[in-house]
């Protein structure tokens, strides 16, 4: 889980964060639907209501991200692949899996099981809907929620990498292929597409006067792009990697330096003259430690 997460429990025996990122949606989200949605939709209304439905319709829409995510975790468990943690923040939320599926096969089904637990949600808040209309502010609580889990789910099965519509787009190209990094390439640069299709969206909104629209389209966008070019370069350091074992990388020249040689011998022998960058303590035949630059900068001036 990341430092800046507020632990919230486990579930599945994952554990659940909430990043600071996320009050700053809530607040927006809440003063959106107080503000605008449902002073739209239900016209006399209290302001007081207004809000407070607000407020819980937000908890209740970021409850189906996190079972969203946990529908991902769920199946990744099915495969034997761990789920470090999920995390809640501004654009949703994360599950943090371990590794790569095994086969197109896990992948396909790890991606499509969160858009899944999405249609299901909203097929139960609109199936509940009839039993709410004597209640006008539970209604339009579950009309949202089964409004918005829909649009969450085609929203992410978009074929674009990193969304979950790339990753069942990488798991067919994957299976046909079987080539899993000409696929990810493939998927990752449709993504950069849709990326750059978001961004475009955006300025056009922007452009045409509606700024708060168009402004988080462009953010959408740009987000997806950065996330894309990550997923590129973490499956070419995977691939640079994958196989090779330490030896391979270790370097077999060090430098041994006794305990009582002083810091600005150090420096001026072996690091400006030397380039040596680490170095081993070693007093007679007795190892006794290793000292590198990160333990210098940490010396007090």
């Known amino acids: 889980m990341k430092k800046n997460a507020i632990p919230l429990g486990r579930i599945l025996g994952i554990p659940i964060g909430l990043d600071y990122s996320w009050f700053l949606v809530f607040g927006l989200f809440t003063w959106m639907l107080a503000t605008s949605y449902y002073p739209v939709q239900f016209k006399e209304w209290p302001t007081l209501q207004y809000w407070m439905v607000g407020a819980i319709t937000t908890i209740l829409l970021f409850v189906s991200v996190l079972l969203h995510e946990l529908g991902h975790a769920a199946v990744s468990q099915r495969y034997n692949i761990s789920v470090r943690s999920i995390t809640l923040f501004i654009f949703g939320g994360v599950a943090q899996i371990e590794s790569e599926p ?86 990752a640069n449709v993504g950069r597409g849709f990326a750059y299709l978001f961004i475009f969206i955006g300025l056009w909104q922007i452009f045409k006067g509606d700024f708060g629209n168009g402004l988080w389209t462009v953010f959408i966008g740009w987000f997806l792009e950065s996330a894309a070019v990550a997923q590129v370069q973490q499956q070419l350091v995977h691939n640079l990697l994958a196989g090779r074992r330490v030896g391979q990388a270790m370097s077999r020249r060090y430098v041994a330096i006794p305990p009582e040689m002083t810091l600005q011998q150090l420096v001026d022998r072996h690091i400006l003259d030397g380039g040596q960058r680490s170095f081993v303590i070693e007093q007679g035949n007795e190892l006794l430690g290793l000292l590198t630059l990160h333990h210098l900068k940490k010396v007090p001036a």
């Open 102 to 187: 095994p086969s197109a096969v896990a992948e396909f089904w790890i991606a499509i099981a969160g858009p899944i637990v999405n249609f299901v949600l909203a097929l139960i808040f609109w199936l509940l809907l009839p039993l709410t209309t004597a209640a006008t502010p539970l209604f339009a609580l579950l009309q949202y929620l089964a409004i918005i889990n829909v649009s969450l789910a085609i929203f992410n099965l978009i074929p674009g990498f990193p969304l979950d519509g790339g990753r069942v787009f990488r798991a067919i190209v994957w299976g046909l292929g079987k080539d899993m990094q000409r696929a990810t390439l493939i998927a």
